[in-house]
């Protein structure tokens, strides 16, 4: 599975945008990128997958570039409780994840 | 609606021990992975099975092994616990489809925590 790289850190206004990218320059065709966040120790929580296409649902939007070499997570309108680490996973069955890193992102009042 | 299931939610051992972990998936999923993370640490795959054989295998010790039982839980079987094994353990359960492969999302359970004294 391809690597990818965050940034370590990122603080967000309350709600403000939040727009967390994440690059994976090789990632392979068939691969997804995921997000994925966790909370203080909790078990991470699905935020959003895509492939080509932009996806949006009820939590996030993910844009990815047109080469898919990187991708933005976007929360539209950060609260208190998006404070968390968030991560970006590339995987091609969906199988076995493996984390990177992460980027904490502390959404400031 | 049902969640992932862990028990125990705590656990505390003595090095040279043995340890089991449990996880209960949600109701009609059929795959189950086993992660690991250290304090500090970002959870790192461990193994995961589908449809009670084993599926992937990640960064899992020697020591360490996990079935899958027909009725889809999962336990995580730890020998000769090191110091180095207190840990956070999530089990995380998702539907893989016809395909074989899990597109889906992973449901993560709240982890045990693990301490080897």
């Known amino acids: 599975d391809a690597k990818t790289t965050q940034p370590p850190s990122m603080d967000c206004a309350e709600g403000r945008a939040a727009n967390l990218p994440c690059n994976h320059s090789?990632?392979?065709?068939?691969?997804?990128v995921y997000w994925y966040r966790q909370i203080h120790s909790q078990g991470p929580q699905y935020i959003i997958h895509g492939l080509k296409n932009n996806e949006t649902n009820e939590m996030a939007s993910l844009i990815i570039t047109e080469d898919r070499k990187s991708s933005t997570l976007i929360l539209p309108h950060a609260t208190l409780r998006d404070t968390a680490v968030y991560y970006c996973i590339v995987s091609y069955t969906g199988n076995q994840f493996y984390f990177g890193t992460g980027t904490s992102l502390t959404v400031i009042p | 609606a049902a969640g992932v299931i862990q028990s125990p939610r705590h656990l505390i051992k003595e090095k040279r021990e043995t340890a089991t972990l449990k996880c209960y998936p949600i109701p009609r999923h059929d795959t189950v992975y086993w992660y690991q993370q250290g304090p500090g640490q970002d959870p790192q795959f461990l193994i995961s099975f589908y449809e009670k054989m084993q599926s992937d295998k990640g960064s899992i010790p020697d020591r360490f092994s996990a079935q899958q039982f027909s009725d889809y839980h999962s336990e995580l079987n730890m020998s000769s616990l090191e110091l180095g094994d207190s840990a956070l353990y999530f089990c995380a359960s998702s539907l893989v489809w016809s395909s074989g492969s899990s597109l889906n999302e992973q449901f993560f359970g709240p982890g045990t925590r693990l301490t080897v004294l």
């Open positions: 090789t990632i392979s065709g068939n691969e997804y």
